[in-house]
């Protein structure tokens, strides 16, 4: 079955760096397009950034342009994403998705 693990989450303050990755498991990663999306506190999820199978079409939210990067190694069945300059309102529990699936999440934190 699908398992796809968020790890790299934390506290950090505001214009900090953190980079997130998932690992994806149970179907044949390097075929399907992948996603970051976000969940804030008592709001909705909400879409982050997008890649394409092989990794050359990107796109983000403009709430994250230029500061998001999303990223994938095909031959380690990885999804990453490059945060750089966070903001407060960064603040959220963040998932790998695939399709109509996603991993447990992880949490980030930005605040002095």
């Known amino acids: 079955q699908v398992q796809l693990v968020e790890s790299g989450g934390g506290l950090v303050q505001p214009g900090g760096s953190l980079r997130l990755s998932c690992a994806a498991s149970?179907?044949?990663?390097?075929?399907?397009?992948m996603s970051w999306a976000r969940q804030a506190p008592e709001k909705g999820l909400e879409w982050v950034s997008i890649?394409?199978?092989?990794?050359?079409?990107?796109t983000y939210a403009d709430s994250v342009k230029g500061r998001f990067t999303i990223s994938r190694d095909n031959a380690k069945n990885m999804l990453y994403l490059q945060m750089n300059s966070l903001r407060p309102d960064d603040t959220a529990v963040y998932y790998c998705?695939?399709?109509?699936?996603r991993g447990q999440g992880t949490q980030v934190t930005v605040s002095s």
């Open positions: 998705v695939k399709g109509r699936n």
């Open positions: 149970g179907f044949a990663f390097s075929t399907y397009t």
């Open positions: 890649i394409n199978s092989g990794g050359g079409t990107k």
